[in-house]
């Protein structure tokens, strides 16, 4: 009996001791004014569907102190269900499938998460204005009506978009400035350009391989293919298929579809110039075939070259500089030679609600304050001040001398479904002055994304895309990394494949579509 | 005599068959064996009959929300993309064959061995050499891949080096499409002649020494023991395993294939097969239903080889048919 008298004294006590520390989070911002009228009397746990590797840094830490405000807050707290970078398409699409209601918060994306053919499948709720008004409301009222129009299928919003977040994620070739300067080059600023480049690396740098391309499943043709594509004819990539064969002509003519693939010289030129560099040796012999870490082999010095987009520059550039002093890494982006440059999406990132989400009400809250609460951002974008960030004198974001690497000592949400200009922080570790140099240059000749309003609907077309895409798949890396015999040749049985595999009955059904928005 | 005996070794034959057969007397009879399969037929049940109305998804368009029962039919439509594609007659070669190459080689290979370790007295030799032809078989498939490209490619390979150190040219493997069939048959029997060894060994172990010994005296060398009692006595195993090897006949060893070739599609022509097809068709669009259709369609084909074989089986020797 005196044990349990005294068990229950403890509890009492403890209780009393939690008191003020709570009392003090609740006062700092009160946050039922941000949700007037909204019961959170049950408490709720919320499961996020994240894409990135499981971190074995100080998450957990960071994740606790957000549960515990966001408990004070609104009652809930947040689990992360990580999609590991190991096959994660598959892994988040079957995720996505094997929907049970145990899954809350999804991040998403319209370019690289499919986030149009899993709400045609249903994997997201739709959300009316009223919801979003009462659950998501500094998110609602800062996202414009215009904005909102982009985020609908079939009249019904589904995804939050991260509209407020300047990026730029356009693809091109990272290069070493040094070496492009050695060899009398004023920065690269066309394929041809890199091809002097490269012919230089490896000419004056034995041990270095131009670009050590990890060819392997290649990614890159989709890359390669459309960066040639929009620098030599100024045609604009239009997401959400499975296969990228689908541009516009032109910026000037943007909905009338290109014939890039079907006929002409530009792709039989593209052939004949990956051929020519394939055999003088910029990238290895079995490229196809190779699984190395070409990021991390540039910062060794061991390649020239690496084929990514702006931010990855942005934030290479510094760290390369810091292991090889001079490197000086620059940037060419593909689409530069036609000044040919869409703006990113704004659905590049996005936030989406399980259709099985029992508490699709609170997600919506925990993810309004994340985004827009100071706090909450902060915590999740640079970690817990002191600890993992702090702001210097010029209100740059600083990490402490303490904050080595950010796998032991930082903090990793990957919150790409909401990041907030308003509440961003400069970082300290950023050659902005290089950034804003480029970045203005695309400001200059940048186009908004033409083909916001259309989510294509391949129903009627399903077998010749998958088709579609067991040709491209199979023909474009060869073309790509120049390994056809006669590249001439292989175009036009490439040409001949595709036709076969019905990219006409494919091309009129989606220039139909494109009709019926924009003609 | 000696094959009688070696018949007597199949539990089978504790079935009681006639007309004296009841259901109640034989499970008792028989309580233990059957109690020893209880775990065999519980996964079966979980984890291959219960999914089995799954199959239906192969003929919706899934909807996740929905689930599988909830989504539309669509009849044949999931399974119109294999047969338009133009590839099946490609794609069914090449997995077949790579089928029967690894069926032949790979009963024969570990027959073989079998017998050898079998010959061997050195107990401590027959160990190290069979867990030494065991452990690749542990060794995941990217790994192996790994492994190969690490040896045979061109640039850096440790036997291109080796080749180029004695003045040879390393042939350019990663661009040659004939070759793959004997680099992809070559690492199959690396990985999976120790695990078919073991097998074999282990039949070979389970007939009766004292055939062995009646052979001897009777004045036998080791070649005609092989030939009149171990081979014989391995016929109902190696039956049995070619049997159920027929049913995946039309089904390809998708993580050998996949992480080998990879996406190098200079090989296609000689190590597509339907699995690595249909994954590069659909892994953009993730069409489970379309996925389900061929998998469902390769089922049905395997069944339809099994019972096809099986008769031609029961027809010859019923004794060693499956059923």
């Not at chain 1, 259309?454 to 023909?475: A, G, K, P, Q």
């Not at chain 2, 005996?5 to 034989?26: E, F, I, Q």
């Not at chain 2, 055939?211 to 004045?219: C, H, L, S, T």
Request: proline content about 4%; glycine content about 8%; hydrophobic content about 45%.
């Amino acid at each position: 009996m005196a044990k349990k008298i005294a068990s229950l004294l403890l509890a009492f006590v403890l209780a009393l001791g939690l008191v003020p520390a709570m009392a003090e989070t609740a006062d700092a911002v009160d946050y039922t004014q941000w949700f007037p009228g909204v019961d959170t009397s049950e408490h709720v746990v919320l499961t996020w569907l994240v894409t990135g590797n499981i971190p074995t840094n100080q998450t957990n830490e960071a994740l606790a102190i957000l549960n515990e405000k966001l408990t004070a807050a609104i009652n809930a707290e947040i689990q992360i269900e990580w999609i590991e970078w190991t096959d994660w398409q598959t892994k988040y699409n079957l995720a996505l499938a094997m929907q049970d209601g145990t899954v809350d918060m999804i991040g998403t994306a319209t370019d690289w998460l499919d986030a149009w053919p899993n709400t045609q499948k249903g994997a997201f709720l739709p959300m009316s204005v009223e919801m979003l008004q009462t659950y998501c409301p500094q998110t609602y009222a800062s996202v414009s009506q215009e904005h909102w129009d982009l985020c609908k299928y079939e009249g019904d919003i589904y995804l939050i978009p991260e509209d407020n977040y300047a990026q730029w994620t356009n693809h091109g070739f990272l290069y070493r400035g040094d070496y492009a300067a050695e060899a009398g080059l004023d920065g690269i600023h066309s394929w041809e350009d890199m091809g002097v480049f490269f012919q230089y690396v490896k000419d004056n740098y034995p041990d270095v391989i131009p670009w050590d391309a990890d060819g392997s499943g290649s990614s890159y043709s989709d890359q390669m293919l459309g960066g040639w594509l929009s620098s030599k004819t100024g045609g604009i990539n239009i997401e959400g298929f499975s296969v990228p064969l689908f541009f516009g002509a032109s910026t000037a003519d943007p909905y009338t579809l290109s014939t890039f693939f079907l006929e002409g010289d530009a792709l039989v030129d593209f052939a004949t110039l990956m051929k020519s560099w394939s055999e003088a040796g910029y990238w290895r012999e079995d490229v196809l075939n190779y699984t190395g870490d070409v990021k991390a082999e540039m910062k060794e010095g061991l390649t020239a070259a690496n084929q990514h987009h702006t931010q990855t520059w942005k934030t290479e550039r510094y760290n390369i500089e810091k292991l090889i002093p001079g490197s000086d890494v620059g940037f060419f982006w593909f689409g530069e030679e036609s000044q040919t440059l869409v703006s990113l999406n704004i659905t590049h990132g996005a936030l989406a609600i399980a259709a099985q989400s029992d508490a699709p009400e609170r997600a919506l809250m925990a993810y309004d304050l994340i985004r827009n609460d100071p706090t909450f951002y902060r915590l999740v974008n640079y970690g817990m001040e002191g600890q993992q960030y702090y702001v210097d004198e010029n209100g740059f974001m600083a990490r402490p001398d303490t904050y080595l690497d950010e796998s032991v000592q930082g903090v990793t949400f990957n919150f790409w479904w909401g990041r907030n200009d308003n509440l961003e922080l400069r970082s300290a570790v950023v050659d902005w002055e290089a950034y804003d140099a480029l970045t203005a240059v695309y400001d200059a000749v940048k186009i908004d994304y033409p083909y916001g309003q259309v989510v294509f609907n391949t129903d009627e077309i399903s077998v010749e895309m998958d088709n579609l895409s067991n040709v491209f798949r199979t023909y474009a890396p060869v073309i790509c990394f120049g390994k056809a015999e006669d590249p001439v040749a292989y175009v036009a049985e490439f040409r001949q494949a595709l036709k076969d595999a019905g990219i006409d009955a494919a091309m009129a059904s989606v220039q139909a579509q494109i009709d019926a928005v924009y003609k | 005599m000696l094959q009688k005996r070696a018949l007597m070794n199949d539990t089978r034959l504790l079935v009681p068959t006639g007309s004296g057969y009841s259901l109640r007397k034989s499970l008792r009879q028989n309580r233990t064996l059957i109690l020893m399969c209880i775990p065999a037929i519980v996964f079966f049940f979980l984890f291959c009959y219960l999914p089995m109305p799954g199959a239906y998804i192969a003929f919706t368009k899934f909807n996740y929300n929905k689930g599988i029962f909830g989504s539309p039919f669509v009849g044949w439509k999931n399974f119109a993309f294999l047969f338009t594609s133009g590839q099946l007659t490609l794609l069914l070669r090449n997995t077949v064959l790579y089928n029967i190459a690894f069926i032949l080689l790979g009963n024969f290979i570990p027959l073989l061995c079998a017998i050898l370790l079998n010959e061997i007295q050195a107990s401590w030799f027959r160990k190290v050499t069979q867990s030494i032809m065991f452990l690749p078989y542990f060794i995941s498939a990217v790994l192996v891949s790994l492994l190969v490209y690490n040896m045979i490619n061109y640039d850096y390979g440790f036997i291109s080096n080796i080749v180029r150190q004695f003045g040879g040219a390393m042939p350019k493997y990663y661009s040659q499409p004939g070759a793959w069939p004997f680099i992809i048959v070559l690492v199959y029997l690396w990985q999976n002649v120790g695990y078919g060894t073991v097998i074999y060994f282990a039949a070979i172990t389970n007939i009766d020494t004292s055939m062995i010994e009646a052979a001897k005296v009777d004045g036998a060398n080791g070649f005609q023991r092989i030939r009149y009692i171990i081979l014989p006595c391995l016929k109902s195993t190696l039956v049995i395993l070619l049997l159920f090897a027929m049913g995946n006949i039309v089904k390809g060893n998708f993580g050998l294939f996949y992480n080998l070739v990879g996406g190098n599609s200079l090989l296609f022509g000689t190590t597509d097969i339907i699995e690595t097809y249909v994954y590069r068709a659909l892994m953009n669009n993730f069409n489970f239903s379309q996925g389900s259709a061929v998998g469902l369609f390769q089922s049905v084909v395997g069944f339809v080889i099994v019972l096809v074989a099986n008769g031609i089986v029961k027809r010859i020797e019923p004794d060693y048919s499956l059923f």
